[in-house]
């Protein structure tokens, strides 16, 4: 009896979380004799990896966002809801989501990803934002824009050119990205913009915590990324550990660095959702996994991507994107097998368990610089130009959808050989957290006399 | 002794407004032996008749805003500064700003354009928000876009359809505008987004007091005008009160009509710094200017634009873009003049006073479709596709910039030949005024049981 029911009702599938993992998971369910729901709490599916070019304003939101319906819209096996989580009920198997709707299934796959961790000290976010979504990238691109403008003002007020500081706060990729992008725009692309002030006088540091930066990297490919970054002019600290983020300045133990815009690349922690399972979680709140991407007495539950703890060959699988793509194609061909057995059909020989395939890892430091560690299809450690050329491929291959592809193919083709500007508006608030504070201590406004003499 | 100096010295020219206006007239004084200073809160400008197209999500805010400093970077004698102006002391020749930078003018183009009117119901408008800006836009996409994924998970909810109504308040291009394109997203490019609801059940509405809509328009094209709407299913209602706007719900006297995303396209007042000016203005807070767009006792004051009320054969000259790019240009082009005279040139037979040279008005309705009343070359009233090709030529002529107009071209070719969505993202809060409510009078959540049966 049991097994005819099995056999004549298909089976539900829920999806929680529409980025790399979520969406890679949907693609390959959509194959499957399941029916699909896709939960997220934006409508939007973000291309991660580009984000600090919207942050810089080299990119529009619209260049690297797709809304997940228009993704997922020819899957009729696949429907999307944008709620949000807010329980599991692993024992009745049911989601449970902020607007009341409860969400049955047979396989829920949870990639929720991760989230800013301040360690604590989440006032700090105000004054430092992170960048993790497409909101946090116009803020990070609004406050990197109105420093300058906010500069010019001063320095019309006060005749004297006012420090224009950045500081990035993490020395991973994407501290290092940010720094390179901001360095890049203050003394390529704005130098022109501005009448008194001169914007290439713009001072970029990198403050990490730990003894080195890019600590996912090997040592010959820090050195580089250390190499050119300071060629960009851009001052490393590593060892400095942040004890203090306020508006205008930065703490360093007892070492007040002054800073006009301060940006967070430190921590990251796990979606709180990964708490909401009841299972266990590492100190980042990341779930512990087994080989089948199971929390442990739960073989029909995948947490995939940023928010699972997998171990492999000793460490942990990094939190980036191809590791999360992985993970979701793995999770739903593993529905895809269980539902088959479940019908009937002999699925041994099949039961392998995850294996994150490393392809390499790379990160850009400013115009047509990076570092790469390419593990696939050969070994290599690659830097500078050559590096930059392998990652605008790759970036531009795993953009999801032609459309994007030709959009962002045409913008980088004009930004990086025009040197013209990219999409630098300001949008929201005029207010720049410590600027007014700064200017308070301003010599008492002068007339101008004449703008241009 | 006076004159000498005169000769000597070069003039001050402060703008104020980086609009249709005032960029036209910076672009003019660019040729004048002149200093300028471009004074404008925001870091760009914007092409705001294609507004509703960032409204309706096939448009991207960097296509069709630009940074000021970029448009004006190679006029070595153009500095722009970000900031707002507080007053006017018009006997010093001073502008003061908000940071308190004081700008001494010899000559002042005062161009800040115009703002939403709530006709002193200033609380309409967080429930219905008007277009005049690129946040403005986007909260306008936020809302509609929303209102869809609200009614999705409502369906999932209850089971019964909800309605999705949209009620524009206000019946001329703006109004028309937008209901045309909330019309054609819900029926031409949502339809195949949603498992539940069915988009193309949307109801759009227009409320339009007067007693009938394109009020600017020959009475011809506004019966085109309507027509085309309702071809369209959009309900049109003139003389149509509008007598309170809430949450979910519109008044038109004692007639409640719901309304999930209420938009306002109403009325618009001149911007507040007409006031400051000290000087005669109209109802509406329009400076009231003479033939060389002087305020009465200041040949060296121009005010342009929207803010200006210029009166031409016993008519208002309408607050469009026409007008005001050509009251930016004779203003610079009048200052040029002053300046000349000043340095001893004869100006005679040159003093021509400003005369809108009106080439026609136009409004798009929905895809492929519009009224436009051409007066030059030729005169004519066209209505349908043909009016909607001069729509289209025109408005990529107007757009300024090669980057600009390239990709507003590849995006429309995009979305208007594939049906595809063009950049349906919610940004911002996932509430919606109103929403809430409605959901709270729904019936008690269901389990859904299977997603797709």
Chains 1, 2 share one sequence.
């Not at 993704?71 to 009920?89: H, Q, S, T």
């Not at 803020?139 to 109105?146: A, D, P, Q, T, W």
């Not at 590492?282 to 997998?310: I, K, Q, S, T, W």
């Not at 605008?392 to 030709?406: C, K």
Request: charged residues 20%; proline residues 5%.
């Amino acid at each position: 009896m049991a097994e005819a029911a099995g056999r004549g009702m298909r089976k539900r599938v829920v999806v929680v979380g529409g980025g790399f993992a979520g969406i890679n998971a949907a693609f390959e369910l959509a194959k499957l004799p399941v029916d699909v729901t896709l939960v997220d709490r934006r409508n939007h599916y973000t291309f991660q990896p580009l984000l600090y070019q919207i942050a810089l304003a080299v990119l529009s939101p619209a260049d690297i966002a797709q809304p997940i319906r228009s993704l997922v819209r020819d899957f009729k096996n696949i429907e999307v809801l944008m709620d949000e989580v807010v329980g599991f009920d692993m024992a009745g198997r049911r989601v449970e989501l902020k607007t009341g709707v409860r969400l049955e299934y047979d396989y829920l796959i949870v990639a929720t990803g991760s989230t800013h961790s301040y360690f604590g000290k989440d006032e700090w976010a105000k004054v430092a934002p992170g960048l993790k979504t497409i909101e946090d990238a116009v803020e990070i691109r609004r406050r990197v824009l109105l420093a300058f403008e906010l500069a010019e003002r001063e320095m019309m007020e006060t005749g004297v050119h006012p420090p224009l500081n950045f500081v990035i706060i993490g020395g991973g990729p994407t501290g290092v990205e940010l720094a390179g992008a901001i360095s890049d725009i203050a003394k390529l692309y704005m130098t022109k913009d501005f009448r008194h002030i001169d914007p290439s006088m713009a001072q970029v540091m990198i403050l990490e915590g730990s003894p080195t930066i890019l600590g996912a990297y090997p040592p010959d490919l820090q050195k580089k990324g250390i190499e050119q970054l300071n060629a960009l002019g851009i001052t490393v600290r590593t060892s400095a550990h942040v004890t203090d983020v306020q508006p205008g300045y930065v703490m360093v133990g007892n070492e007040r660095i002054d800073s006009g815009v301060t940006l967070w690349a430190a921590g990251v922690q796990a979606s709180p959702l990964g708490k909401l399972l009841g299972v266990e979680t590492d100190r980042r709140g990341c779930v512990m996994v087994d080989g089948h991407l199971n929390p442990a007495g739960h073989p029909e539950v995948f947490v995939c991507g940023d928010l699972a703890h997998v171990e492999q060959d000793g460490k942990q699988v990094p939190g980036v994107a191809q590791p999360a793509m992985q993970m979701g194609t793995y999770a739903a061909k593993r529905i895809g097998r269980l539902v088959a057995v479940e019908r009937g059909s002999d699925g041994s020989g099949k039961d392998v368990p995850f294996r994150y395939f490393d392809k390499g890892d790379m990160a850009t430091i400013g115009r047509m610089a990076a570092v790469a560690k390419i593990e696939w299809p050969f070994k290599a450690h690659w830097s500078g130009f050559p590096a930059w050329i392998v990652w605008l491929v790759i970036h531009i291959f795993f953009l999801i959808g032609f459309r994007n592809r030709l959009s962002v193919f045409r913008q980088w083709a004009w930004t990086y050989l025009s040197f013209k500007d990219g999409v630098r508006l300001i949008t929201g608030s005029q207010e720049l957290p410590g600027w007014g504070e700064r200017s308070k201590t301003a010599e008492k406004p002068l007339d101008l006399g004449s703008p241009v003499s």
